[in-house]
């Protein structure tokens, strides 16, 4: 017996007749069981039924009998083929790379810090991009209640307040140990800003630097990335020029040992004019931005015992995820992390319209009524 198969767009259809066990990438979720009748499906005597699946990636098959017995019920052969495609199945989803996002608690007004509908963008965009991985977004705000979703992730996300209000910082501990097995983890503008000892200890070994107090600053501005380093991160990348709050002078590893600077350009004298401040200056960041030494908002970092870490310093304005160039460095950065080849072109990711902007935003009261 043999196969019959039809392309329907980037969907293929096999009618499998006898039993066949799948060998490649198959999503488990799109696979659906069906029994037909009909001319166009390979015949068995006078029975006409078939085990239909439907996949998304390349697909191919090993038979394993090439002839059928006559005098077999077909429902010995129905129940092969689906002992078969079941077994099979469950091994090849365990090969996705899972990637889990956290969303922190809403801090400001509407169309800012948009934890939960930037990293439904981000999601989305990775779910719908073909390549061999599974995008969670945990679905309440703070640390996942069911602490179990973690445990096999690639790459962890997190979109959150930072400082005292960092959702790791009752969960150190536990993240470390996370962290110690060579998860990847990516922190998205506010959540890059750790307290001083213990938590900016643990961010420097997780992710290379973070936003220290009395030492970086936060002001709006928009730097304009030219010279993007070769690197995963880059594929795809144009250079581009986004107005957001960019913190820069971030506290790095010394000697920036095991870090990438992957967007960087030197602040105007203007993003200093402000008095000093926990935020606002300090004489070590003038000194810096005086001596024409550029600052680094987005950096890759390899540990040196394993594992991966992405600082990202601006999304403070939610309508920034609409530059594709601003979003594809994240997309690129969450798939490196997750230590997932990166496309030649970047992460494939679709416009962000003005309607899908609003979509998933927090609820913040009056101020979303403005």
């Known amino acids: 017996m043999g196969l019959l198969e039809q392309s329907r767009d980037r969907e293929r259809v096999i009618t499998p007749i006898v039993g066949l066990v799948p060998t490649g990438r ?3 979720e799109q696979v659906t069981l069906s029994v037909s009748e009909g001319p166009e499906v390979v015949s068995f005597d006078d029975i006409r039924p078939s085990l239909t699946l439907r996949v998304t990636r ?20 129905l129940l092969t083929v689906l002992i078969l495609v079941a077994i099979n199945a469950s091994a090849f989803a365990a090969d996705k790379a899972k990637i889990v996002f956290i969303s922190g608690k809403p801090s400001h007004g509407p169309m800012a810090h948009e934890h939960r509908a930037g990293n439904t963008i981000l999601s989305d965009a990775l779910n719908e ?6 995008a969670v977004v945990v679905p ?10 973690l445990e096999d992730a690639a790459t962890v996300v997190i979109f959150c307040t930072g400082h005292r209000g960092h959702l790791l910082n009752q969960h150190l501990d536990e993240f470390d140990a996370l962290m110690k097995k060579g998860t990847g983890v990516v922190m998205i503008h506010w959540a890059t800003e750790a307290e001083k000892g213990k ?8 992710m290379g630097g973070f936003c220290d107090l009395d030492w970086s600053v936060n002001p709006h ?3 304009h990335f030219t010279n993007l380093p070769v ?13 957001d709050e960019w913190y820069y002078h971030m506290r790095f590893v010394k000697d920036m040992q095991g870090v990438t600077p992957i967007l960087s350009d030197l602040p105007l004298p203007e993003t200093l004019r402000r008095p000093d401040g926990a935020r606002s200056g300090n004489p070590a960041v003038r000194k810096a931005v005086a001596n024409g030494e550029k600052q680094h908002v987005a950096w890759a970092y390899e540990r040196p015992a394993g594992g991966r870490g992405f600082g990202f310093t601006g999304a403070h304005n939610h309508k920034s995820w609409q530059n594709e160039s601003f979003r594809k460095v994240v997309l690129n950065a969450i798939l490196w992390t997750a ?13 962000v319209s003005d309607d899908r902007l609003k979509e998933n935003v927090d609820d913040k009261g009056r101020r979303n009524k403005k």
Request: glycine share 6%.
């Open 140 to 149: 309440h705000y703070g640390y996942p209640e069911d602490k179990s979703v």
């Open 58 to 77: 390349d697909f191919k098959f090993n038979k394993l009998i090439n002839h059928q017995n006559r005098d077999t019920p077909m429902r010995h052969t």
């Open 26 to 28: 198959l999503d488990v």
């Open 129 to 134: 991009s073909g390549l061999d991985l599974e």
């Open 339 to 351: 230590n997932v080849d990166v496309p030649k072109d970047g992460c494939p990711s679709p416009a």
């Open 199 to 206: 938590p900016g200890e643990k961010f420097l070994e997780w």
């Open 231 to 243: 690197h995963p991160i880059t594929n795809g990348v144009r250079e581009f020029s986004v107005n």
């Open 221 to 223: 501005w928009a730097p």
